[in-house]
């Protein structure tokens, strides 16, 4: 009797159930700790600013005869807008993003000399403001990210070369200036001063030498102490001594009025909706000094879980930035960290009094609707950004296991079957 082996079994009827099987797979990879970090961050953020501006704004808004929730409905709008558009963001591929980077940063810059057009409005001294269509928006909101992304993309073309001065300043120093003088042009310095961290940060994790990096550094201060030198005005609030009350009715009415927010609400606060000093005593209360209302009505415990979810948000990105193998993705995530991050110390340290009077809002939760648009966007990039860690970790995990990796026990050279007799 002969024994026919059974024919072997065709590879391309199971390939394609392979492949739809892998793609599926890959829909449902479990996000990485990074992307929940900053995501989760971000929405209780939002959320927390918006119950926070609805209490800010309520009372100047009865006083004024119009509806209560208006600064809150404004204030959703654009959070309705913004966190679908993170999460669409968050999809996009890394190569797509790259290409945006000098569309976005012609676009931003163009936009930003809407100001100084008809469009253009005043507010306070400053001239950083369009109005269109009935909305008012801060274009300066938008080049932060776009330069974060162009600096990231023109460095990682340039990840080579940077040990010399001029590969590194030319032309991302020129073209940076060029940047900020457009928002400098409209006298907006709390601006002007975040793209400059901005712009820092990113120099800072592309890995330049240090000695390259302090010359930023040394120009950055140079001009920031310049602006301030060179206007009466600025020179006067800095300098302004608002430990006592010899200036309560001058430069330090705000501070003051902040810190006694802060003070009147010790720990537990004086209960949500209960301020004394958003009934038009806190000038800018639903605005850059919205944390000093969170002190009053939350106390303690509301501003450090406002600290923690800044911290928490810190991390997420500062662990992307240190598993990416991407140099892209490790500069533009550093200038666009260094910039929420670094603006929320910037609004806070005002409103405790360590910083002078400069105009930045609170990230996610002051009252400004471009404000909270752009930064969406941001933690959109980041997010997109966070899918790539899992690949990277991944990839990187095969490499070390590849130089030892051993032959797996039992399995040797294929023996073909073929016919058997007996």
């Given at each position: 009797m002969t024994q026919v082996a059974r024919p072997p079994r065709s590879e391309s009827g199971s390939s394609g159930g392979l492949a739809a099987r892998v793609s599926l797979g890959r829909r449902f990879t479990p996000l990485s700790t990074e992307f929940l970090m900053i995501a989760s961050a971000a929405l209780l953020l939002t959320i927390f600013g918006l119950v926070m501006v609805?209490?800010?704004?309520?009372?100047?808004?009865?006083?004024r005869g119009e509806n209560p929730m208006d600064g809150a409905?404004?204030?959703g709008v654009f959070a309705v807008l913004g966190v679908p558009l993170?999460?669409?963001i968050s999809r996009m591929p890394v190569r797509f993003l790259k290409r945006m980077a000098w569309p976005a940063l012609f676009g931003a810059i163009a936009l930003q000399l809407l100001v100084f057009t008809p469009l253009g409005i005043e507010d306070g001294g400053n001239r950083n403001w369009i109005k269109i269509a009935g909305f008012t928006l801060q274009p300066s909101e938008f080049l932060k990210l776009a330069l974060a992304l162009w600096i990231g993309y023109v460095l990682m073309r340039k990840q080579t070369m940077l040990g010399t001065w001029h590969q590194v300043f030319i032309p991302v120093v020129p073209v940076g200036a060029l940047a900020i003088g457009t928002v400098l042009a409209g006298k907006d310095l709390g601006t002007a001063m975040v793209l400059v961290l901005v712009l820092l940060g990113c120099l800072f994790f592309s890995g330049v030498k240090l000695r390259l990096f302090i010359l930023p550094v040394l120009l950055g201060i140079a001009s920031?102490?310049?602006?301030?030198?060179t206007s009466p005005d600025r020179m006067r609030r800095i300098t302004a001594t608002c430990s006592d009350m010899s200036a309560y009715t001058g430069d330090c009415y705000q501070s003051i009025h902040g810190i006694w927010g802060m003070a009147s609400g010790g720990v537990f606060g004086v209960g949500l909706g209960n301020s004394q000093e958003k009934y038009g005593w806190l000038p800018a209360a639903g605005n850059d000094f919205i944390f000093a209302i969170v002190g009053e009505e939350l106390g303690l415990i509301g501003c450090v879980v406002v600290l923690a979810l800044f911290t928490l948000f810190t991390v997420g990105a500062f662990h992307i930035i240190r598993k990416t193998s991407d140099p892209f993705i490790r500069i533009a995530a550093g200038g666009v960290t260094v910039w929420i991050t670094g603006q929320?110390?910037?609004n806070i340290g005002v409103v405790i009094g360590v910083f002078p009077?400069?105009?930045?809002?609170?990230?996610?939760m002051s009252q400004g609707g471009t404000a909270l648009l752009a930064v969406l966007i941001a933690c959109g990039v980041l997010l997109a950004f966070a899918r790539t860690v899992p690949a990277a970790e991944a990839r990187a995990a095969e490499r070390t296991a590849s130089p030892g990796r051993a032959p797996s026990p039992g399995r040797g050279p294929s023996v073909?079957?073929?016919?058997?007799?007996?």
């Open positions: 609805l209490s800010a704004t309520s009372a100047t808004a009865v006083s409905l404004r204030q993170m999460f669409l920031v102490i310049a602006l301030a030198v929320a110390v910037l009077v400069m105009g930045v809002p609170l990230p996610f073909r079957r073929g016919r058997v007799s007996r």
